[in-house]
């Protein structure tokens, strides 16, 4: 046995010796032949296929998309089998690092039951001309090999899979980005919002269903392209200042992993403008427009007439410039309904489209219509639940004996989250928990004085006005009566 292994040994030391002198001395064309005819010679025996996955593909300095899905697939499924990694700092709020196979590596891989193999590789190619980076001549390449009867499988839903998760991996592993246009421009800064659906207050079944909803949007690519729609979303969330619209836009984001596009509308010219933002963005990206009563008169005509409600906040007043201003913003409605209906479906990958206001009355219906604004979500005042959620993030308190009074102050009261979560901020270190509930307990108690006065002034205004009221119908009363008697001539 040692002698047959002994005698193996020397004859393929004797191949790769002169393997490697026809490598060396032999000219490209003579080794071209050869490496040719050995591999027909092989195929012929071989009941294996492979396909190689070139780093650069075509155009010299484009890295092939293929390639990077498949190395970062790698990275995650040859982790228990590779023993060299290269390893690229992502800067990822949840993974500091990605890694990647190094070359000359191999891996096997399952899918349905059926085995094949990776390896990594690298051609060294000799440069005819000077260059001064010798680097950009290894080409790199991904080998995948497995048997030729389950050819069918490996190029279809195989490589599907390999090349989807690859993709999806990326996402997760990519550092997202908040874009914000400055006119006609979108310009970003890295998203690092820290907000959750954990953190999130609110009714925890409210939150399931919009979790399960982005989740089925988000896997649903093969259903949009099936029944022909293009593969968006949108939301309108409406409820009081503070009820935490702009955090669940955060917490969406984290969710899908997404990017944010931030549409400010009056800074956006007109619709030509309108229409080139948004075929800018990317998929996998969520647009915001919030606000969207008060970004401009986008209630056309039709609201003209009504009375309009007055803006509690005054930040919030919808700015209207003057008649003979160059500068306004010329955005109509159907100009941003266009692109919400779909004509900027032509931008293939997911997007979802969030509209955030306070006055949900205020909107035009077309622009809110089902179709358009798929799911409508109301933030509203801190209930029980949402408390608690806030408890747990703020104090980490499951639960105390002052609970049952919040309850009890929290469904006769309205405070939004983010004034009770404001008082459940702990003030000293260690935090006082106990103070915090109290410091919760006296605000929930004065807004609900407050309110009670209010109503009571309220009360008091409506009976003095019906009082005046049903004084001045006396007088007319007696008028009309002065005056029939008049016209009787009994005056
Ligand atoms: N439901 C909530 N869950 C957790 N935190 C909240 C919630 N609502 C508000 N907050 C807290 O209050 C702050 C303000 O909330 P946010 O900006 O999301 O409110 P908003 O509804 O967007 O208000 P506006 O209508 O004025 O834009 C947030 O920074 C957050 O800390
Ligand atoms: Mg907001």
Redesign the pocket.
Known sequence: MGDLLAQLGSVLASVMFVWAIIQQYFPYNIRNFFDKYSQRFLTFFYPYIQITFNEFTGERFKRSEAYSAIETYLGTTSSMQAKRFKADIIKNNTQPLALSMDDHEEVADEFNGVKVYWASGKNILKSQSFSFYPNTDEKRYYKLTFHKRHRELIFGPYLNHVLKEGREIKVKNRLRKLYTNNGSQWSHVVFEHPASFQ????DPVKKQEIVDDLTTFSNAEEFYNRIGRAWKRGYLLY??????????IAAMANFLCYDIYDLELTAVKDNTELRRLLIETSSKSIIVI??IDCSMDLTGQRKKDKEEPEES?PAKKPVKPPENESKASKVTLSGLLNFVDGLWSACGGDRLIVF?T?HVEKLDPALIRRGRMDKHIE?SYCGFE?FR??ARNYLYLETHDLFEKIRGLLEETQM???DV?ENLMPKTSPADVEGCLRSLIEALENTKEEKRIEEEEKRKKESAAAVTAAAEEKDEIKVAKLVENGSNGSI
Request: proline residues 11%; negative net charge; hydrophobic residues 35%.
């Open positions: 953190t999130l207050a609110m409820g009081p200042p503070g009820t935490g619209k702009s955090t669940m919030e606000d906040d955030t306070n933030l949402a959620v806030l939004t989250p983010a979560a």
